[in-house]
């Protein structure tokens, strides 16, 4: 994981209500690092508040990294960065990392829910000039609470916004009931909106279904484990791991120097190599084939599904 870098707010501007866009640029006016669409950084804000937000701007303009926020009633986040950041302000930021890539496909059908439409807007650029068809679909409120959307009607081939408050809410069950030939699905928004388009999927092809979530995907308490043993191969250490505590707690604890930021496995920054031992995958991030490979795993979250695990630490 990149070590976080000082960037200073170039610039604020409303982009929906309750939704504020930073531009975020190096102090000294150099090249921040590129990105490629579906990336996200890690807001480090002053007090000590770690926060994922995606990056929703042109990967081509390296010289800023912009990031859109909506506001949370009772959010410490969002209440600070809507109510006491200025532009001039100085902040940190580690990244870009990237646990939501655009693959390739001729043809793609996206849809946000909201302020979930951030990741999507690099995704649509780029398929936008890679020649494929895209498809976006929008769920808000009302088409004027859409955020962002003069920027997704301008790369999108087909926009559909669906506003319940105007009578046009997605029936996403029936929308999605037949699979599209050739076609990636890619959804962010809230948890809802997110579990329906998951289950009307069900029937899709392997993979062709992606999803970014904000928040930790709800997960079934049936699996969750107790104690065992997690060896670090590198390290020469063995720990314990006992039930109702996390893996990464218990390495941390042990002395070991571990990236991590979310703790709650919607990031990816503590993803770990797996050796050894069948995982019981609680994370936000991978897919079902993904899981089904035991590659890896989120040792903030996830457990072993047996007594032992070897990892790549």
């Given at each position: 994981m990149t070590a976080p870098r000082t960037l200073r707010l170039?610039?604020?501007?409303?982009?929906?209500?309750?939704?504020?866009?930073?531009?975020?640029?190096?102090?000294?006016?150099?090249?921040?690092?590129?990105?490629?669409?579906?990336?996200?950084?890690?807001?480090?804000?002053?007090?000590?508040?770690?926060?994922?937000?995606?990056?929703?701007?042109?990967?081509?303009?390296?010289?800023?990294?912009?990031?859109?926020?909506?506001?949370?009633?009772?959010?410490?986040?969002?209440?600070?960065?809507?109510?006491?950041?200025?532009?001039?302000?100085?902040?940190?930021?580690?990244?870009?990392?990237?646990?939501?890539?655009?693959?390739?496909?001729?043809?793609?059908?996206?849809?946000?829910?909201?302020?979930?439409?951030?990741?999507?807007?690099?995704?649509?650029?780029?398929?936008?000039?890679?020649?494929?068809?895209?498809?976006?679909?929008?769920?808000?409120?009302?088409?004027?609470?859409?955020?962002?959307?003069?920027?997704?009607?301008?790369?999108?081939?087909?926009?559909?916004?669906?506003?319940?408050?105007?009578?046009?809410?997605?029936?996403?069950?029936?929308?999605?009931?037949?699979?599209?030939?050739?076609?990636?699905?890619?959804?962010?928004?809230?948890?809802p909106l997110m579990l329906a388009v998951e289950q009307a999927t069900r029937h899709w092809p392997a993979g062709s279904v992606r999803f970014e979530w904000f928040v930790p995907r709800p997960q079934d308490a049936a699996g969750a484990a107790g104690s065992f043993e997690v060896a670090c191969a590198r390290a020469g250490l063995t720990c314990s791991v006992p039930a109702g505590r996390s893996v990464l707690d218990t390495l941390l604890a042990a002395g070991l120097d571990l990236p991590f930021s979310c703790t709650q496995g919607v990031c990816g920054s503590c993803e770990t190599r797996v050796l050894e031992g069948a995982v019981d995958h609680r994370d936000s991030i991978l897919s079902e084939a993904e899981r089904a490979a035991n590659a890896s795993m989120m040792i903030c979250v996830s457990h072993a599904r047996g007594p032992r695990l070897v990892l790549d630490l």
């Open positions: 170039h610039r604020l501007t409303w982009e929906g209500p309750g939704v504020l866009a930073l531009d975020l640029t190096d102090p000294d006016g150099g090249m921040l690092p590129g990105f490629a669409p579906g990336a996200h950084i890690d807001l480090h804000l002053p007090d000590g508040l770690v926060r994922q937000y995606s990056l929703c701007g042109d990967p081509a303009v390296q010289g800023s990294w912009r990031i859109a926020v909506r506001e949370v009633g009772g959010g410490r986040a969002s209440g600070f960065i809507h109510r006491a950041l200025r532009p001039g302000a100085l902040l940190r930021a580690a990244g870009p990392r990237n646990t939501f890539p655009l693959l390739p496909a001729p043809h793609y059908l996206f849809l946000a829910g909201g302020i979930g439409i951030t990741p999507l807007l690099p995704m649509l650029r780029a398929a936008r000039d890679a020649g494929a068809t895209r498809t976006l679909w929008f769920c808000a409120r009302s088409t004027a609470e859409a955020p962002l959307l003069a920027e997704a009607r301008a790369c999108a081939g087909t926009l559909c916004v669906h506003a319940a408050a105007e009578g046009t809410r997605l029936d996403v069950a029936a929308a999605l009931a037949v699979p599209r030939p050739d076609t990636l699905l890619y959804c962010c928004g809230p948890a």
